[in-house]
């Protein structure tokens, strides 16, 4: 989903000359991105809609921070980040995102393959449970499992995002698949 440097660069000149509509296709490009990673770093489809929307605000009226030869994206994202980490702070309480809220706002919906009210039944289980170990992870191993598996961002953007060497975001990658298997295998021992 990453667009060219030079299309971010020519839409964020071109919205200092006072084209808003160039604003607009920005947001356009990178809305239903920037809403499902504060979806799955604050866990609640309500506040991934506020927070994703300040967060362009917020880029709106700070664009003159923006240094002219980056992308608009990577920058962005640290708005993003930091408003979602502080909501996260400010709340204290780790909500999860439910299997059957994430698929009808995603509008995906179950395999016809197998489909028995008892294979769907676990599989929205077991969806469930990673869910809720996901919840469960610091802030900077859910975020490094969002970018990377529900993102699907290379591990260069990822460093880019992040501000980091990608060997960084190896390791934080494979402490934060650790710790969730963690997780699963102690949901597992009692009840997934």
């Known amino acids: ?60 009226t700070h664009i003159d921070l923006l240094n002219s030869n980056r992308k608009f994206y990577p920058w962005f994202y640290q708005i993003l980040r930091n408003l979602c980490f502080s909501h996260l702070r400010r709340n204290r309480v780790r909500q999860t995102v439910s299997l059957s809220d994430n698929q009808s706002r995603t ?10 009210p008892e294979l769907v039944s676990e599989r929205n289980e077991n969806k469930e449970a990673v869910w809720r170990a996901i919840g469960q992870l610091s802030q900077k191993h859910r975020e490094i499992i969002i970018l990377r598996h529900f993102q699907q961002l290379s591990y260069e953007d990822i460093a880019q995002y992040l501000h980091c060497t990608q060997g960084t975001v190896m390791s934080r990658l494979y402490h934060a698949r650790q710790k969730l298997r963690e997780l699963l295998e102690d949901k597992k021992g009692g009840q997934l």
């Open 107 to 116: 509008g995906s919906s179950p395999t016809t393959d197998g489909f028995s």
């Open 1 to 60: 989903m990453m667009r060219s440097q030079e299309d971010d660069i020519a839409l964020v000149e071109h919205f200092r000359r006072g084209s808003k509509d160039a604003f607009e296709q920005i947001v356009k490009r990178y809305m239903k991105q920037s809403y499902f990673i504060a979806l799955g770093l604050v866990g609640n489809h309500d506040d991934a809609l506020d927070l994703s929307q300040e967060a362009f605000y917020r880029a709106y």
